[in-house]
């Protein structure tokens, strides 16, 4: 059962930093994983996502502010978000997913397993 937790989440002020870590445990299969994210009275979107081989992909607006990485050996997801707008107020969720077709890594239909969220407010 795959296991999914979020941390790093937090307020902060516009231009600063935050580095989202979100733990795995439990899959074997190859998998891809993905942050998404979902402002109040918006749908959930994706903003970054990295398989287990291969390039990284990000939604248009946020390449170049956020990047997405992994720690294969702490089974660890990361997502570093740099000048941090009011906008990117949301709550933060990890996700990981079986489909080996890049254009479902941004999907949200695609992910098969969630975590629970962290908060991350720019103010």
């Known amino acids: 059962h795959v296991q999914l937790v979020e941390s790093g989440g937090g307020s902060v002020q516009p231009g600063g930093s935050l580095r989202l870590s979100c733990a795995a445990s439990?899959?074997?299969?190859?998998?891809?994983m993905a942050w998404f994210r979902q402002a109040p009275g918006k749908e959930r979107e994706g903003v970054a996502a990295i398989p287990r081989l291969g390039a990284t992909y990000y939604a248009g607006s946020l390449k170049g502010r956020f990047t997405i990485s992994k720690d294969s050996a702490k089974n660890t997801l990361y997502l570093q978000m740099n000048s941090l707008k009011a906008e990117d107020t949301a709550t933060y969720y990890c996700a990981a997913g079986r489909a080996y077709d890049s254009r479902c890594f941004l999907g949200v239909v695609w992910a098969n397993y969630w975590g629970q969220g962290t908060q991350v407010t720019v103010s």
């Open positions: 439990g899959y074997t299969l190859p998998m891809y």
